[in-house]
């Protein structure tokens, strides 16, 4: 079992920045590959962007890319979404998600995830 925390979210004005964190605790951290998903009401969740076991291989969906930055630190078993320049859009809650793999390929569909954190709202005004 992999648990995940994620926190940071809050309520930010258009073109502000946020950073969030997902902690994972209970299994080898490095061995999952990590992922951010985010679901707006009324919609389906998507991916937002994920990273692979050594953080070396990243992928990013078209709305976020050249705004959103994945990271990871293994050592301190934590994946990072740091977020700019970010639009009302960009409003939905923002999970955190793993899966145990041993290939760079992201994964970018929710039925690949095994694990899943609480998620963290995002709210952005105009």
């Known amino acids: 079992q992999v648990q995940l925390v994620e926190s940071g979210g809050g309520l930010v004005q258009a073109g502000d920045s946020l950073r969030l964190s997902c902690a994972a605790s209970g299994r080898t951290f490095s061995n999952y590959m990590m992922a951010w998903f985010r679901q707006a009401p009324g919609k389906e969740r998507e991916f937002v962007s994920g990273?692979?076991?050594?953080?070396?291989?990243?992928d990013y969906s078209d709305p976020v890319k050249g705004r959103f930055t994945v990271s990871r630190d293994n050592a301190k078993n934590m994946v990072y979404l740091q977020m700019s320049s970010l639009k009302p859009e960009d409003t939905a809650v923002y999970y955190c998600a793993a899966v145990r793999r041993l290939y760079a390929l992201v994964a970018v569909t929710t039925s690949e995830y095994d694990y899943w954190g609480q998620g963290t709202q995002v709210t952005v005004s105009s």
């Open positions: 990273i692979s076991r050594s953080g070396g291989t990243t």
